[in-house]
């Protein structure tokens, strides 16, 4: 089983900065894609935000991108969000995925609230 341990989040205001983090197994890490999905309230659909792509690449989703970057520490483990110039509908559960190549699962974090006050 992959677990995935998410941290950051909370309150901030409109304009402001967060940073979110997610540490996952080392054994996998560094060869696994890694992204985050957020849930806005009251939506069950979940929106694909970032990924990195084993560290080639990047996506972003037209909305954040410019405002949020993805990075990763293959030696801590850890996939990073850091999201800029928040806006009220970044608001959400944010949720960190690890995609293993040799089950094709991805696995995710527990979520993390992130609200964004106007």
């Known amino acids: 089983q992959v677990q995935l341990a998410e941290s950051g989040g909370g309150l901030v205001q409109a304009g402001g900065s967060m940073g979110l983090s997610c540490t996952g197994p080392?054994?996998?890490?560094?060869?696994?894609?890694v992204g985050w999905f957020r849930q806005a309230p009251g939506q069950e659909e979940m929106r694909d935000l970032v990924?990195?792509?084993?560290?080639?690449?990047?996506y972003y989703e037209g909305s954040v991108k410019g405002r949020f970057t993805v990075s990763r520490d293959n030696d801590e483990n850890t996939v990073y969000l850091q999201m800029n110039s928040l806006r009220p509908e970044d608001t959400g559960v944010y949720y960190c995925y690890l995609y293993r190549f040799s089950d094709k699962r991805r696995y995710w974090g527990q979520g993390i609230q992130v609200t964004v006050s106007s």
């Open positions: 080392g054994s996998i890490f560094r060869v696994s894609d």
């Open positions: 990924a990195d792509i084993t560290g080639s690449r990047t």
